[in-house]
């Protein structure tokens, strides 16, 4: 039998139903109620587990290249890594609502291992990477992609499943500790490639990541927290897979309301796309185009502590005006991409930049919890994560002919097109919400 965590023993094992939790005085402030609900080891393993997905992209980028002398092999690698990721991360969700999430991620762990071994075969065994060879590559990183393991997107039903029964700030606590969590490791994934692959070997980083699947993605797989979304894929009281205490959502609205903010999610990726693709042009008119992700980087730590911010805001500052709010500021920020002259101004732009999109960020993902159907928030909260990866090769691709054509003005239209396009997906969420009741 299972029993809840307390204070003296944060890692005992959790009851599939637990009650709610009471708020008490803590070094970590709001974010102390974290390590009640679930245990100290579930935030540092669910943390460090999920930096094999934010490696695999630039890691294939970096030894497919590395070992042909193609950047154009390279970039088919990577995407097919990212192609792969979009495809199976909705898969994977569904399946784990299906079956729970122990079986899928411990099959899921050992695939993509499997799979990150088989990109590392069929590129280094030797001979050039052209035709067939390269189809090899691709295959094998599109596997690579397709297998690997959601490990944010599945952390957060978790989070959604302990926090049923407690007020919704519990649940806007977890939901920014994951923003944070997703922004440091992809800041931190691909500065771990880099330095690896520079300094020792292009094929080091897959290695590690490999290890790191069947290592940490095993250990959150078995995590005592599993036991509380496999109670949550059982249908609850009223029959239609909610808890007893909330009133179940009009089925009428349901595909419109899930399909929002996956659209949100797309328009996230493209701006992450584009700005990425922006900031390489941008630096490579001062001949350090290879300093682009160091860039990238302040945008993503001041979005991380600005992901934490959001388990202060108040509750009367509804979802659906946090949405428009965040993305209105994001898009005079990202219009501002345009004006900066000088990498010095260019930091202090994206440090701005930064500080609204993670509570966007954190926010749609808050909007996806409130309007999935409780059967199945592990394929809606990958849908989210897979509309992320769609949007990236998106804006991409978009801001790359852009600036093709443009320079780095043309391309910096499309981090500002994007936050606007997020703008009318939070109008329009609200409207839909609030015809339901729930805004």
């Given amino acids: 039998m299972y029993k809840n965590p307390s204070p003296a023993s944060p890692d005992s094992s959790p009851s599939p139903l637990p009650g709610p939790v009471r708020s008490r005085r803590s070094r970590l402030g709001r974010f102390g109620i974290l390590p009640d609900l679930a245990g100290t080891s579930f935030l540092l393993i ?77 590129t280094l065994r030797g001979g ?24 944010g997107p599945l952390a957060r039903v978790r989070w959604m499943a302990m926090t049923r029964r407690s ?67 059982d249908p609850g009281a009223d029959g239609n897979g909610h808890d007893g205490d909330q009133p179940p959502e009009s089925a009428e609205y349901r595909p419109a309301l899930v399909l929002l903010p996956v659209a949100g999610m797309i328009a996230m990726g493209t701006f992450f796309g584009s700005t990425q693709t922006f900031l390489t042009a ?25 992901a934490l911010s959001v388990a202060y805001w108040p509750e009367r500052f509804g979802h659906t005006c946090r949405w428009m709010v965040a993305a209105a500021a994001m898009a005079v920020a990202a219009a501002a991409l345009a004006l900066p002259g000088s990498i010095p101004t260019m930091l202090g732009v994206l440090f701005l930049l930064g500080i609204f999109v993670g509570p966007t960020m954190v926010t749609i993902f808050s909007i996806g919890s409130m309007v999935a159907p409780a059967h199945r928030l592990g394929t809606v909260m990958t849908l989210l994560a897979s509309g992320i990866v769609t ?37 329009a969420s609200a409207v839909a919400l609030r015809s339901t009741g729930r805004a």
């Avoid at 490579?284 to 993503?300: D, H, K, R, T």
């Avoid at 600036?403 to 097109?417: D, F, N, Q, R, T």
Wanted: proline share 4%; charged share 5%; with cysteine.
């Fill in 46 to 122: 669910g943390l460090f587990a999920r930096l094999p997905l934010a490696m695999l992209t630039v890691g294939a980028l970096t030894l497919v290249t590395t070992a042909s002398g193609s950047y154009a092999a390279g970039g088919f690698a990577a995407g097919a890594v990212g192609l792969g990721s979009a495809l199976g991360a909705p898969l994977l969700g569904l399946l784990a609502d299906k079956h729970g999430q122990r079986i899928v991620l411990l099959v899921s762990a050992v695939l993509n291992t499997l799979a990150i071994a088989g990109v590392l075969v069929v």
């Fill in 128 to 151: 050039s990477i052209t035709g067939s060879t390269l189809a090899l590559v691709l295959a094998a990183s599109l596997a690579m992609g397709f297998t690997c393991p959601q490990i």
């Fill in 167 to 233: 007020p919704r700030s519990a649940l806007d606590t977890a939901l920014s500790y994951e923003g944070t969590a997703d922004e440091l490791t992809f800041v931190l994934g691909p500065a771990l490639v880099g330095l690896l692959a520079s300094l020792i070997a292009p094929w080091l980083p897959l290695a590690l990541a490999a290890v790191l699947t069947i290592t940490l993605v095993s250990a959150f797989a078995v995590h005592p927290t599993v036991a509380f979304s496999d109670a949550g894929r």
């Fill in 282 to 306: 941008f630096a490579g008119q001062f001949g350090a185009a290879e300093s682009s992700g160091l860039l990238y980087a302040v945008m993503g730590l001041s979005s991380a502590v600005a």
């Fill in 391 to 427: 949007g990236t090769a998106t804006g991409s691709a978009l801001a790359g002919a852009l600036a093709e054509a443009s320079g780095p003005a043309g391309a910096s239209v499309v981090p500002a097109a994007a936050a606007c396009v997020l703008l009318l997906l939070g109008a």
